[in-house]
């Protein structure tokens, strides 16, 4: 079973509103990512979680705050975001850092 | 610093037919991982072939074999007997070797239609 889910699939929020994004896995893998996708481009990473520690925070503003509560879940908790941050919102995780990470379908962020 | 290069932003294949999709990259590492990764409209992306560079024998996946040339730096996608659910996009990744190598580098992406 490789099955990473995300909630929601599809999410709208105002520009003052706070939301969280979750991810979840049973795989028993210990690395953790989230992913920003714009429309017809790759993705790009954000955070690395390596045994529930935060291991990379790729410049990312202060409105994304990422956190994991154990082993199993993660989530992106958002704050006071700009139109710009509409994306695809990727979750991915991966036995280790060096080993092929298995990406969940995503949620659909829109700011207005 | 590693590049990952696909040059081809479409490519079209009629169902059932042969296509390959090209992708390069640079690296001055010897030891290191490529990847080719599908994501089809639904969004999900989806893991669909690795390869280790060490291993000289490409990566097949039932339909799905690569075609690794290592001194060429070259990672192609071949996908047989093409179906309608392969429409995608294809993403070509590369990740260096090593326990703290986390970081995926990817190309731009092919953009791969089906015809019926």
């Known amino acids: 079973d490789t099955e990473v889910t995300q909630t929601p699939k599809h999410l709208v929020m105002g520009m003052t509103n706070k939301k969280s994004l979750k991810c979840e896995q049973h795989?028993?893998?210990?690395?953790m990512y989230w992913y920003k996708q714009k429309a017809k481009k790759p993705p790009e990473l954000m955070f690395v979680?390596?045994?529930?520690?935060?291991?990379i925070n790729e410049s990312v503003p202060s409105r994304f705050s990422p956190e994991c509560p154990n082993s199993s879940l993660l989530n992106l908790h958002l704050h006071a975001l700009q139109p710009e941050d509409s994306a695809l919102y990727l979750c991915?995780?991966?036995?280790?850092?060096?080993?092929?990470?298995?990406f969940g379908p995503g949620t659909r962020l829109t700011v207005t | 610093a590693q590049t990952v290069t696909q040059s081809q932003p479409e490519m079209s294949v009629q169902e059932a037919e042969t296509v390959t999709l090209s992708c390069t990259y640079d690296t001055s590492e010897s030891d290191y991982y490529l990847f080719w990764y599908k994501q089809p409209p639904s969004r999900q992306m989806i893991l669909v072939i690795r390869q280790e560079a060490y291993k000289q024998q490409n990566a097949t996946e039932n339909r799905f074999s690569v075609n690794f040339q290592k001194a060429a730096k070259s990672f192609s996608l071949k996908i047989s007997d093409s179906q309608l659910g392969d429409a995608a996009m294809y993403f070509c990744?590369?990740?260096?070797?090593?326990?703290?190598?986390?970081?995926?580098?990817w190309g731009a992406g092919t953009k791969l239609i089906i015809k019926p």
């Open positions: 795989m028993g893998h210990r690395a």
């Open positions: 990744a590369y990740r260096s070797g090593g326990d703290s190598n986390y970081q995926l580098i």
């Open positions: 991915a995780s991966s036995r280790g850092t060096v080993y092929e990470q298995y």
């Open positions: 979680y390596s045994y529930e520690k935060l291991s």
